[in-house]
């Protein structure tokens, strides 16, 4: 019974709920026990990154029997991809703890470490049924949180949003248990390890047709890719602020892991034959979603839209096929989950101190809460793209392997990318910066525990938009592994 | 081997003493129902350890007619019978345990149920180990009589009475399809035993075999009707609705192991060779059983009703394995009898917790009567929640495992959109599931609730239940010495062979 570092990782955080639920603790028990959970959690990820070896490859693999007589294995493993989104991980959590310090009773802390837990085994995992088992069993602390400390008509929206991520989840499963199948008559043992069903060749062209957009729903809805974004708003909007925070910060970004990982090596040449359609999607998402994002009058509503039309470039970036593209979405990936999710933790403060999200009845509140004024300006350029910001080198990169793929499509890429952050000046303009008559006096600024989780993020956003590569040195060799080992392509 | 073989037979007879012990206990009146239970699990739980002494003492999977001189081939013991009897009585103690408080608290309930009970138990228990069609029926109609009676025991309740008139009137009417069925099979191969029919279908493979096919699919129907697969699912609205709660559990979830348990058998060994002809028949049941089981689920507004109508949906997903036998037999027999396995325990334990709220005044639950269940009763409410999920079929819980099986195998069978279907009926009922989770979890309690008792061995049984099946859906080989996932199918797997050493 050897665990490696990556299980105690994962199952942390469900032994302390374990603990919590067993002792009589109380909210503020279960806030200090889940924040501590989520430091160690950090040192040890860290640990992981410092051990991390400068190769492309799967590192700290752990393999356990499971379901033995279908060949199901407890495997876990990472590679550079999905180190770089666990220190994101591992560093947002414990930042945005001390910004929900406020939160209400103990089953949310309870469901915040479940969710963490489900976060990062859906990472690790390298079988399929694994894989699935993490990505269905994360939802359910989702629809506690929503639905018991949503506003609105939050149990609408959480059945809503539960069942829509099921739909799309349950055809994943039946993809995975065909891939399965088909392992089993090709090579006569079960399997549904990874590394084993990429194997397989037996498939027919439409057997993958269907296959591939099999997966591409479940994670596209997780993004949510345009046309899979309907329950998008409703959720976001009455969410809370820590639901909304994993949603668009952490959760969205497993449906883009999921396809970097899964459809890329297991179907790169429909991922190869349908890249340009999915670039010009994602492009439409960001144009689309952008329109959408300025006709908002609820600060919560335009930040959601905000969130969607990012994604959708960094979704653009990964079926860019080359290494600008995917490492400038990954970049992205880094960079809008620390602005977006900031931003969605700043709202919620000004939500709760001012019992309003709409722009109209904001306004003067630099002059009430300057901290709090400068931390929002610093997510915001990162968002908009700032030059100096870690957003501007990842959406520069996009736009350079948008070109490299399809020249028309870097220009309108180019074009957009700052129209449709534009309305992030707009709004800054009137709900924070202009004197409006509207009482804002009750608008605290951030206090140091406050300052303090957001300082790192911060920083972060500065260090990496100046010294990128000092960030980006340890995923190289994975980006060119996916290039030319998986993808067949030359690299750039 | 004389001594050998009344072990085998010790289950049975224990169940039956102990319900003629029963029959007669109850004109004391000094035995209370405590009592009458305390002595009935008591007669269970000797059946179920000489039932496992007989799993277990064989290393290998084993298959004997005990006293053949006397019973000819009527009576069959072997792994797959041991297996089935084993969860059978498993699934009478829990019965017995979670509805002890129940019966306690209505009035009517006399310790001549334990009597019935027994008596359809041991129906049951017959019913899996019979190699004869005619001794099938008798065990058939032996459970079939005693839950008759234990549903309309409430004889105050016009619902109660009700219920059971339908069951007795249409339950009788399918019996009469096995009795002819059995007459046509008898009229063309001049056997009623298991086996026998195989070896005559075998011989004539290729030939028309009109009256065995009849008969076959007249045996079908009798099947059909009592897992209630579509279109004879019409009595199971009111007769489980109507039914007492536990009475209602003990249908649901152990009758149907039993049914199963006898028809797998039957098919696997007899009509493999012409059962390709039931296969499009089969098929479009399927179907037609997981939609309209979805369309009644999503429509009830009590959660009894509600469980019952889902339990049409996970025939359904039964039915998927089942007609997969034909390709790919011992992955999809055994991903039946896990999945039953797995259903048994999520529906035991939903129809539990809500007979622990149902009280005399109140016979419809509804949704609503959940709002705010949670914050009231916190243990409780996580309870349902885990069955909720697991009858669900999500991940970490034993009915997530139970779909993987019958899916691979649907798929494996090359009944892909049969599993697609099935997918689509798990979506739907992920809605009804789940809004009994909100309804319990998102709503502040409105009003003042009547303190329900929730002690004593129901709730520890409960509690066992739940562990049980999260441990089903997450147990692996990390912890030696203490049976993961893997036992249950291994068994099943096991059980499979043991039908085919002849």
């Not at chain 1, 469900?14 to 889940?34: E, T, W």
């Not at chain 2, 493979?205 to 209630?228: Q, Y």
């Not at chain 2, 279109?231 to 009758?255: I, K, S």
Request: proline fraction near 3%.
């Amino acid at each position: 019974m050897d665990f490696s570092i990556l299980s105690v990782i994962i199952f942390l955080p469900i032994f302390v709920v374990f603990v919590l639920l067993a002792l009589p603790v109380g909210a503020k028990g279960s806030r200090n026990a889940a924040f501590v959970t989520s430091i160690m959690i950090f040192i040890l990820a860290m640990t992981v990154y410092l051990n991390f070896e400068f190769s492309g490859y799967m590192q700290f693999i752990e393999h356990h029997e499971w379901i033995t007589s279908y060949g199901i294995y407890y495997s876990l493993g990472i590679d550079g991809f999905s180190l770089i989104i666990l220190m994101l991980i591992a560093t947002l959590i414990p930042c945005a703890f001390l910004l929900l310090w406020n939160g209400r009773t103990k089953a949310y802390w309870v469901n915040m470490l479940l969710i963490q837990s489900g976060i990062t085994g859906t990472l690790f995992a390298q079988d399929l049924i694994l894989f699935y088992f993490f990505w269905e069993a994360m939802l359910l602390p989702v629809f506690m949180i929503i639905g018991m400390f949503g506003t609105g008509n939050r149990v609408f929206s959480t059945i809503k949003v539960t069942v829509y991520t099921i739909m799309g989840s349950l055809f994943m499963f039946i993809c995975i248990l065909y891939i399965g199948v088909s392992f089993f008559e090709e090579f006569g043992v079960w399997s549904f390890a990874l590394q084993d069903v990429v194997k397989i060749s037996s498939f027919t062209r439409s057997e993958e047709i269907w296959l591939f957009f099999g997966f591409m729903i479940a994670f596209a809805i997780k993004i949510p890719l345009f046309p899979f974004h309907t329950w998008l708003i409703q959720t976001y909007s009455n969410s809370p602020t820590g639901g909304v925070f994993l949603l668009s910060s952490i959760m969205a970004k497993l449906g883009v892991y999921g396809i970097v990982r899964f459809v890329m090596p297991l179907f790169p040449d429909l991922y190869i034959e349908f890249a340009p359609y999915f670039v010009w999607l994602g492009i439409f998402g960001l144009i689309y979603f952008g329109i959408a994002a300025l006709m908002q009058t609820d600060i919560k509503k335009m930040f959601a839209y905000s969130s969607a039309s990012h994604l959708g470039f960094i979704v653009t970036g990964i079926f860019s096929l080359n290494a600008y593209g995917m490492t400038g979405a990954l970049f992205l990936i880094i960079a809008h989950a620390m602005a977006t999710g900031a931003l969605f933790l700043l709202v919620g403060k000004m939500e709760y101190n001012l019992k309003s999200k709409n722009i109209s009845d904001l306004g003067g509140i630099a002059k009430q809460a300057p901290i709090f004024t400068l931390f929002f300006m610093i997510m915001l350029l990162c968002i908009v793209g700032l030059p100096g910001t870690n957003g501007f080198v990842s959406e520069f990169l996009i736009i350079l392997g948008a070109f490299g793929m399809q020249a028309s499509a870097g220009i309108v890429s180019a074009l957009t990318v700052l129209v449709a952050a534009s309305f992030m000046f707009w709004m800054f303009q009137r709900a924070i910066l202009q004197d409006t008559d509207n009482d804002t006096s009750n608008m605290k600024d951030l206090d140091l525990k406050e300052i303090i989780g957001l300082a790192p993020i911060a920083f972060l956003i500065i260090a990496m938009g100046v010294y990128p590569d000092w960030f980006l040195f340890k995923i190289e060799p994975t980006i060119q592994h996916y290039l030319v080992d998986i993808l067949q392509i030359k690299a750039s | 081997m004389e001594s050998n073989d009344i072990v085998y037979l010790l289950p049975l007879l224990v169940v039956m003493i102990g319900a003629i012990t029963m029959m007669l206990l109850s004109t004391f009146s000094s035995v209370s129902i405590k009592k009458g239970a305390y002595y009935s699990l008591m007669f269970l739980f000797v059946a179920l350890i000489s039932n496992l002494y007989n799993l277990n003492s064989s290393s290998e999977i084993y298959s004997s007619y005990p006293y053949i001189g006397i019973f000819k081939k009527m009576i069959i013991v072997d792994t797959y019978s041991g297996y089935f009897s084993s969860i059978l009585l498993f699934g009478a103690i829990l019965t017995l345990l979670i509805g002890l408080q129940y019966l306690e608290k209505h009035k009517e309930f006399t310790v001549e149920f334990f009597s019935l009970f027994l008596f359809s138990v041991l129906g049951m228990m017959l019913l899996v180990h019979v190699n004869e069609l005619i001794t099938g029926f008798i065990a058939l109609e032996i459970a079939s009589l005693s839950m008759y009676v234990m549903i309309g025991f409430q004889k105050v309740l016009d619902k109660r009475v009700e219920a059971s008139y339908r069951y007795l009137v249409l339950g009788s009417l399918a019996g009469i399809f096995f009795l002819l069925g059995t007459s046509f099979i008898y009229a063309v191969t001049q056997t009623t035993t298991i086996g026998e029919i195989g070896e005559f279908a075998q011989n004539y493979v290729g030939t028309d075999m009109p009256l065995l096919i009849i008969g076959g699919t007249m045996i079908l129907i009798t099947f059909l009707f009592k897992i209630a697969a579509f279109p004879f699912q019409n009595w199971v609205l009111d007769v489980y609705d109507g039914a007492p709660l536990p009475v209602t559990a003990f249908m649901a979830a152990t009758f149907k192991i039993a049914i199963f348990g006898f028809v797998l058998r039957l098919v696997l060994v007899d009509f493999d060779s012409i059962r390709d002809f039931w296969d499009d028949m089969l098929f479009v049941i399927t179907i037609a059983t997981l939609a309209y089981g979805s369309f009644l689920a999503i429509i009830q507004t009590s959660i009894k009703r509600m469980l019952v109508a889902s339990s049409i949906v996970h025939t359904g997903y039964l039915l998927i394995a089942f007609i997969s036998i034909g390709i790919i037999g011992e992955s999809a027999a055994s991903s039946i009898i896990f999945y039953l396995v797995a259903y048994f325990l999520s529906a035991i334990g939903a129809f539990g917790i809500v007979s622990f709220i149902s009280s005399d005044e109140r016979l419809r639950i509804t949704y609503d009567d959940f709002k705010g269940f949670a914050h009231v009763y916190p243990y409780r409410a996580a309870m349902l929640s885990i069955f909720m999920l697991s009858l669900a079929g999500i991940p970490s819980t034993i009915g997530f495992i139970g779909k993987f099986y019958i899916f691979t195998a649907a798929i494996e069978a090359g009944y892909t959109i049969l599993a697609v279907i099935g997918i689509i009926a798990t979506f739907i009922s992920v809605y009804y599931y789940f809004k009994l989770i909100a309804i319990m979890y998102f709503y502040p309690s409105p009003k003042i609730v009547e303190d329900v008792p929730f002690s004593g061995v129901g709730s520890i049984t409960i509690g066992l239940i739940t562990i049980l099946i999260v441990w089903g859906g997450i147990g692996n080989t990390l912890i030696s010495y203490f049976p993961g996932v893997d036992f249950l199918i291994d068994m099943a797997r096991l059980s499979y062979e043991s039908l085919f050493i002849r």
